[in-house]
C-alpha cells in the first residue's frame, strides 16, 4: 500500500498561503548585478523560497535544484520536453531538502506552533519523502535508485543533446504516472538518500509512513550492502560503483564516512542484523573507535554530505567512543570552514560542538549568510570587486552561487555566470527598433521592439547549419546577410522561412558581411583575405554575382577590410588593415591597392582598429599605444588621416621633429593615457573603449574625454556598437547588452544576456536555504523572535556591525 499523489496534490492546496506569495517572483527582465529582496526578514524568506520551490522546483515533490524559467513567465516544463531540469542531480538535493522539511515539522511542532502549520508541515515532508522513495520505485528493482525523474516519455533534454548520462535515462512507471528516470549509479545520491529519509523516519514518519520510510531505507541499503559493498547499475552501460570509492582499507575518509553512517542508519530503522554487521565491519576496518584525528583535503562537496550525517548520526548513536570519534571527524572538517559563512556547516558543527572556540565569530559569518540570501535565486552574471577582508566571506546575493546546491561550493565566488560577449550587432534602415546581435556561439538574435523585453529577443538563426559570424541588414527589415562558417546566406523572410546561400565562391573564412548603406543592392563580403562586391543586378537579382576586389594586396596576410562610403555616393574607400600596415583602394573600374604609411614603426605598438567617420570616407582614425606602460609618456597616439591615407597627423617624423624642438610632452599630453581598445567616430566627436573596458567620449578636440558609464549593473563594457542606423549606441558586457541614445547620461537594459546555450534564464530554488534556516532554530542558534524581525533589526541581534562584517 502507498499514499497517492492525489492525497499529496491537497497538500500544495493546504499551502495556499505559501503559494499566494509566488506573483511576487514575478517574470525575468534584464538581471542585475545584486538582489535587493535581501533585507527581509528571514521568516518572509523562507516563505518566499518555499513558494518558488513548490512553483518551480517541483515534478511530483521531486526537487530539481536549478531550473530553466522561460522568459515570458510561463511555467516551468516538468515534463521530458523540458529545455533544461537538473532531474540528474534531483534526489540528491531532494533528501537534503527533506532534512530541512523534516527539521521544520520538527521545530514547529516542539515550539507549540498551531496545529495546521504543523500539519502543513508534515504533509509536505510525507510528499517529499514520497519523491525520494518514488525514485527507487520506478527503477522496478528494489533498492536502485534513480538520480531523478520527469514526467512522460521520449528522450530528455540530455538525450537530446548526447549529455554524458544520456544512455541512464529509461522508461518507468510510479503512482500512475509515466516517468522517465535516470539511473546512473553515485555513491553521493545513495549518501544523500540514507541521510534524508533518516531524518524524516527519525523526526517525521508516524504509522504508515514510518513503516515506508523503515521499507525504503532497508532496500536502499541493502542494495549495496548485500552486493559487497557495491552499486550495480541499471544495466550494464556503466560497470558497478564501490561504494568505499578507492581505499586502502584501513584509513578513514568522507567516503566511507558516508557508507558508515548509512549503515548505521539501516539499523536504526530496521535493527536488522546484516546492517549490524556491516556497520561493526567498517568501524573495525577504520579503526574507528580509536580515532585520535580526521585529516582530509578540502571538498565542499563531500563535506556538505559528511556534515549532514555526523547531524545525524549525533542523535541516534548513543556509544560514547563513536560519538567522540565522529567528534574528531567533525573537528577535521571544520579546520577548513571555520572563516567561510558556511550556515549549514557551522550549524551542524556547534551543534556537535557547543564549546569549540571560535563560536560567536563562526556564528556572525553563518547567521550574515542567511541574513544576506536573496529570494531571488535567478542565476546572474556577477562581478564583486569586493576585498575579502580578514575571511569575511562575501553577502550571498553578491557571489558566484555553485550550480546545484550552495553549501556544495564557495560562497566566495567574485565573478560567475559572466553573459558571452556580443560579436556583431546591426539595425535595421527601415525601422530603429529592429536590431538583431551575433552571439559568439553561433547564434543570432532580432528583436521587434529595441530590446525593451527579455521575451522579445529570438533567435532567427537555427535554419543555419553553421555558426554565424557576423550579420547585416538589407533596406527592408526581413532582408538578412549572414557570414557563417561555412558561407555566406541571404534570408528574405527574417530568417524564418529558411537562407539562401550565395552563389560566392571565396578564398579564406568567412568573417564579415554588410550592406552598402547608400546602393542598398550592393553587399560586400569578407574573409580574412579577400574582400568581395556583390554586383547590383536589382533586388530580385540580390547577391547572385560578385566581383573580387581585393586583387593586388599582398598575400599571406590575414586582413580586417573596412568599406567606407559617401551619401553622394561619388567615391568608396576600401581599406584593408594587416596589423600596423595599412592598404587603401577606391571604387571604379581599376582597383588599385596602396600602401599608407601610417604607425610609429618600433617607438609604438599599433593597435587593430580602425575608425572611419561615416561622413566622410577619407576621414580614418588610428591608434599607437607609445611609451612604457604606467609612465608619464605613455599614450595611445591618435593618428589621422583627412586624405584617405595620403598623410597622417602625429607620424613618426613629426613627433621626433617634437622632441627635439623639446615639445613631445606637451604634443603626447593632448592624447589618452589608457590603451584604447577600439574607437569610433560619433555625431560630436570621438567613441573610445579603454583595456580595462570603460566608455570615453570626446567632443571635438581628443584632449578632453568624459567617461560614460552609468547605468550599467557590470561597469566593465566588451565591445561597443556605433550602428550606421538609428540613433542607439550599444554596448555588451559581463552582465548583458545595454543601450543608450548618443545624448543620454545613462546606459539602460536591452534585456539579452547572453548565457547556457542561448540567453535562457536560469535559478536555483533555494532548498539550501531551508536545509540551514530550520536546523538553526531546532539547534536553538536562532531564536523564534529574531527570525521576524527586520533586517536591520535583526542585524544588530546578530551581531552584525561593520568591524564584524564590513559589507
Known amino acids: 500500500m502507498f499514499v497517492s499523489h492525489d ?55 521531486l526537487y530539481p535544484s536549478m531550473v530553466e524559467v522561460p522568459i515570458d513567465g510561463s511555467s516551468v516544463d516538468i515534463t521530458t520536453s523540458a529545455p533544461f531540469s537538473d532531474a540528474v542531480h534531483a534526489v540528491a538535493w531532494t533528501s537534503h531538502y527533506l532534512a530541512g522539511a523534516s527539521y521544520r515539522y520538527a521545530w514547529l511542532r516542539q515550539s507549540g506552533a498551531d496545529q495546521a502549520s504543523v500539519d502543513q508541515a508534515k504533509l509536505r515532508a510525507d510528499e517529499i519523502f514520497e519523491a525520494v522513495y518514488r525514485c527507487q520505485r520506478v527503477t522496478g528493482r528494489r533498492g536502485l535508485l534513480a538520480r531523478g525523474y520527469f514526467i512522460g516519455s521520449g528522450p530528455t533534454f540530455d538525450e537530446r543533446r548526447g549529455a554524458s548520462h544520456r544512455d541512464d535515462w529509461h522508461q518507468g512507471e510510479a503512482d500512475g504516472y509515466a516517468l522517465r528516470f535516470c539511473a546512473g549509479p553515485s555513491h553521493h545520491i545513495y549518501s544523500a538518500a540514507a541521510m534524508g529519509m533518516g531524518q524524516y523516519y527519525d523526526l517525521v514518519a508516524e504509522g504508515l509512513q514510518k513503516e515506508r520510510a523503515r ?73 574507528v573507535r580509536a580515532l585520535k584525528s580526521f585529516r582530509v583535503g578540502k571538498g565542499y562537496d ?134 538583431m546581435v551575433v552571439d559568439p556561439s553561433g547564434h543570432l538574435y532580432l528583436t521587434h521592439d529595441q530590446g525593451r523585453s527579455a521575451s522579445g529577443w529570438k533567435c532567427v538563426s537555427d535554419l543555419l547549419k553553421s555558426p554565424v559570424k557576423a550579420a547585416a541588414f538589407g533596406k527592408r527589415t526581413r532582408i538578412m546577410a549572414v557570414a557563417c562558417e561555412d558561407g555566406f546566406y541571404l534570408s528574405e523572410t527574417a530568417g524564418h522561412e529558411g537562407w539562401f546561400r550565395l552563389p560566392l565562391e571565396y578564398e579564406g573564412v568567412p568573417e564579415a558581411v554588410l550592406f552598402d548603406p547608400y546602393d542598398s543592392n550592393v553587399i560586400y563580403a569578407m574573409t580574412g583575405h579577400h574582400l568581395y562586391q556583390s554586383i547590383d543586378h536589382g533586388e530580385d537579382r540580390l547577391g547572385r554575382a560578385w566581383n573580387e576586389l581585393s586583387q593586388g594586396l599582398p598575400k599571406g596576410f590575414n586582413y580586417h577590410f573596412h568599406v567606407a562610403t559617401s551619401k553622394s555616393k561619388d567615391l568608396t574607400y576600401f581599406y584593408a588593415q594587416a596589423g600596423s600596415d595599412l592598404y587603401v583602394a577606391t571604387s571604379g573600374t581599376d582597383i ?54 595620403e598623410s597622417w597627423s602625429a607620424n613618426q617624423e613629426e613627433l621626433t621633429k617634437a622632441y627635439y624642438q623639446g615639445g613631445l610632452l606637451i604634443r603626447l599630453m593632448r592624447f589618452p593615457s589608457e590603451d584604447l581598445r577600439e574607437c569610433y567616430f560619433d555625431h560630436e566627436g570621438l567613441l573610445a573603449v579603454t583595456e580595462s573596458g570603460q566608455v570615453l567620449r570626446s567632443k571635438g578636440e581628443v584632449t578632453q574625454w568624459t567617461p560614460i558609464m552609468d547605468g550599467l549593473d557590470i561597469p566593465r563594457v566588451d565591445r561597443l556598437f556605433v550602428p550606421h542606423y538609428g540613433d542607439l549606441l550599444f554596448a555588451s558586457t559581463p552582465a548583458g547588452m545595454y543601450q543608450k541614445r548618443r545624448d543620454a547620461l545613462q546606459w539602460e537594459p536591452s534585456h539579452l544576456v547572453m548565457q547556457w546555450r542561448r540567453h535562457e534564464r536560469r535559478e536555483l530554488g533555494g532548498a539550501a536555504f531551508i536545509t540551514a534556516y530550520w536546523r538553526a532554530l531546532y539547534f536553538g542558534h536562532i531564536d523564534s523572535e529574531t527570525i521576524h524581525l527586520p533586517y536591520e533589526e535583526a542585524k544588530e541581534r546578530f551581531g552584525l556591525t561593520s568591524k564584524t562584517v564590513p559589507w
Open 302 to 435: 563531500d563535506a556538505h554530505h559528511v556534515f549532514a550525517h555526523l547531524d545525524l548520526l549525533d542523535r541516534i548513536e548513543t556509544e560514547e567512543p563513536l560519538r567522540q570519534a565522529y567528534g574528531v571527524v567533525a573537528d577535521g572538517l571544520w579546520q577548513h570552514y571555520q572563516n567561510e559563512g558556511h550556515s549549514h556547516f557551522t550549524y551542524i558543527y556547534y551543534k556537535l560542538r557547543p564549546n569549540a572556540p571560535g563560536k560567536d565569530k563562526a556564528m556572525r559569518l553563518a547567521h550574515h549568510t542567511l541574513a544576506t540570501w536573496p529570494t531571488d535565486m535567478t542565476i546572474q552574471p556577477i562581478m564583486s570587486d569586493l576585498p575579502l577582508d580578514g575571511g569575511t566571506p562575501y553577502p550571498v546575493y553578491a557571489t558566484g552561487w555553485d550550480n546545484e546546491f550552495i553549501w556544495k561550493g564557495d560562497l566566495n565566488r567574485p565573478n560567475a555566470h559572466h553573459s558571452r560577449i556580443a560579436k556583431g550587432l546591426a539595425v535595421s534602415p527601415q525601422s530603429p527598433n529592429v536590431a
Open 592 to 645: 588599385r591597392w596602396k600602401r599608407s604609411k601610417l604607425g610609429l614603426g618600433e617607438y609604438g605598438e599599433s593597435k587593430h582598429w580602425l575608425a572611419i567617420d561615416p561622413h566622410d570616407p577619407r576621414h580614418v582614425m588610428f591608434g599607437v599605444r607609445f611609451g612604457a606602460p604606467g609612465t608619464l609618456l605613455s599614450r595611445t597616439v591618435l593618428q589621422q588621416t583627412r586624405d584617405g591615407g
Open 7 to 61: 492525497a499529496f496534490s491537497k497538500c500544495g492546496y493546504r499551502w495556499a498561503w505559501i503559494l499566494s506569495l509566488s506573483a511576487s517572483i514575478g517574470t525575468f527582465g534584464q538581471l542585475k548585478a545584486f538582489d535587493v529582496g535581501w533585507r527581509k526578514p528571514l521568516s518572509t524568506k523562507e516563505r518566499e523560497i518555499e513558494a518558488n520551490i513548490l512553483q518551480r522546483h517541483n515534478i511530483l515533490g
Open 215 to 287: 521499507e525504503a531505507i532497508d532496500a536502499l541499503v541493502s542494495y549495496w550492502v548485500d552486493n559487497d559493498y557495491k552499486i550495480e547499475g541499471y544495466d550494464d552501460a556503466r560497470p558497478p560503483v564501490p561504494i568505499l570509492g578507492l581505499t586502502d582499507g584501513q584509513t578513514l575518509n568522507t567516503r566511507v564516512m558516508m557508507a558508515i553512517s548509512a549503515c548505521k542508519i539501516a539499523l536504526h530503522a530496521t535493527g536488522k542484523a546484516k546492517f549490524k554487521e556491516a556497520y561493526e565491519d567498517l568501524l573495525s576496518r577504520y579503526q
